[in-house]
């Protein structure tokens, strides 16, 4: 943010408020307008392929390639961008279907581990050729090496990568 005293909505210094540069502006709206619309762009055709949305595609994704394919709820919710209770509403439909199974974690009891079955893992691989698709179209194709560089360099910044899960869950 600009620590300079930018006159504020009225005109006036306010207070010393802190208001962002132009340059700072674009900055936050070109990442605002990124994670407001390019969900929707992605979710699309999910939709139409294999009848999931986005959060539901990344959840059975997620688990597909976590180790044994099963991963804590918690984990799964912070990896999937998702609250405990929606994730749990959605495991809860994907267990009807016979895609995920739920047990307490034998190593704390405290938690629950997700178990992407056979049947799961199918739908997930069906539905990844689409999923593919949107993100090259909309996001890898546009940009050149050096885009990708910089995004991937933003995101280890900004730690908002699933590496970045494990630092955050292991605390200081």
Same mark, same amino acid.
């Given at each position: 943010?600009?620590? !300079? ?19 700072? /502006? ?17 979710? !699309?055709?999910?939709?139409?392929? &294999? ?26 919710? #912070? ?12 495991? /809860? ?23 992407? !079955? ?9 539905? &990844?050729? &689409? ?6 179209? #909309? ?10 560089? &910089?995004?991937?360099?933003?995101? !280890? /910044?900004? /730690? ?13």
């Amino acid at each position: 943010m600009a620590t !300079t005293a930018t006159p504020g909505p009225d005109g006036e210094h306010a207070d010393r408020a802190l208001w962002l540069s132009p340059e700072e /502006k674009d900055a936050w709206t070109g990442l605002a307008s990124l994670v407001l619309l390019l969900p929707g762009r992605l979710e !699309t055709p999910l939709q139409q392929a &294999a009848g999931l949305s986005l959060f539901d595609y990344l959840t059975l994704s997620h688990m597909s390639e976590a180790p044994d394919r099963r991963l804590r709820m918690s984990e799964l919710a #912070y990896l999937a961008n998702g609250s405990l209770s929606r994730l749990s509403n959605v495991v /809860k439909r994907f267990e009807q279907r016979g895609w995920v199974e739920r047990f307490p974690d034998p190593g704390d009891r405290r938690y629950t581990i997700a178990t992407l !079955t056979d049947a799961g893992y199918d739908v997930v691989v069906a539905a &990844a050729p &689409a999923h593919v698709r949107s993100v090259r179209r #909309y996001v890898l194709d546009p940009l050149t090496p050096a885009d990708r560089r &910089a995004l991937m360099r933003i995101a !280890t /910044k900004l /730690k908002v990568r699933p590496v970045d899960l494990a630092e955050e869950t292991a605390g200081p």
